[in-house]
């Protein structure tokens, strides 16, 4: 309470002195936890929900999720206030994610900023979280988009370990592509012309080895021949 107090003052102070507070570490509000509720938004068992949902994140992505919840802003845009934040927060050096919450009047506005490792890591993750939550926050569905945030980010393991399927197979695929068709496609070659010799000079009553018989009759492209078998007698025109 004495903070959110010494925030509001120092809105005030600035509205009548003409000045901004965004030059000064007084202008966003502090940390209470990583959840920081001064919309008043959840009662005793959401605040509890969400930092459960906080605590499972960071078991399973290893990312330190921060959730502002405000009701006044010295910044004129959600982005600029969640950006002021986030670095006054000192996130930028941890994996971390902040999502800040903003109304303004009845209306609601958000936003999200990740570290630059999340970021690279999980590319787009900001944009993603944004829709997610977008519907909800325009209806003024707080707590709802909350949990989408969580929902969202329950679903990323599934979506790293594809990526990182598809990243282990991609060099295989190109450069290691040639090798593993010679390796696979000598054998094959093998096989093939011993197929085609066997067909050809083997008989297929016997086994024996045929033989071959030219006729002294020439068709207009090439001799005719025969190929036959001393064992039993068989014959094959070419």
């Known amino acids: 309470m004495r903070t959110l107090l010494a925030y509001s003052l120092c809105l005030v102070v600035a509205g009548a002195l003409g000045i901004s507070c965004g030059a000064s570490a007084t202008s966003v509000p502090s940390p209470i936890g990583n959840l920081s509720d001064y919309g008043a938004v959840f009662d005793r068992h959401g605040r509890d929900e969400v930092n459960a949902s906080i605590a499972e994140i960071a078991e399973l992505l290893r990312i330190d999720v921060y959730v502002l919840l405000s009701w006044e802003s010295a910044y004129p845009t959600v982005v600029q206030l969640a950006d002021a934040v986030f670095g006054a927060w000192n996130l930028s050096p941890r994996r971390a994610i902040l999502a800040v919450f903003l109304r303004v009047g009845s209306d609601?506005?958000?936003?999200?900023?990740?570290?630059s490792g999340v970021r690279a890591e999980l590319g787009g993750i900001e944009q993603r979280l944004e829709q997610r939550m977008r519907d909800l926050v325009d209806h003024r569905r707080i707590e709802e988009a909350v949990r989408a945030l969580f929902n969202e980010l329950r679903d990323l393991p599934a979506a790293v370990r594809a990526s990182a399927t598809l990243a282990k197979l991609r060099p295989a695929s190109s450069g290691g592509g040639?090798?593993?068709?010679?390796?696979?496609?000598?054998?094959?070659?093998?096989?093939?012309v011993l197929a085609f010799v066997v067909h050809r000079r083997v008989c297929p009553h016997c086994a024996g080895i045929l033989r071959v018989e030219r006729s002294r009759f020439r068709t207009v492209c090439r001799s005719h021949s025969v190929y036959y078998c001393r064992r039993c007698g068989y014959r094959r025109g070419r």
């Open 108 to 115: 609601w506005t958000a936003s999200v900023v990740a570290s």
């Open 178 to 192: 040639l090798p593993i068709a010679i390796a696979v496609g000598a054998p094959l070659a093998s096989v093939a």
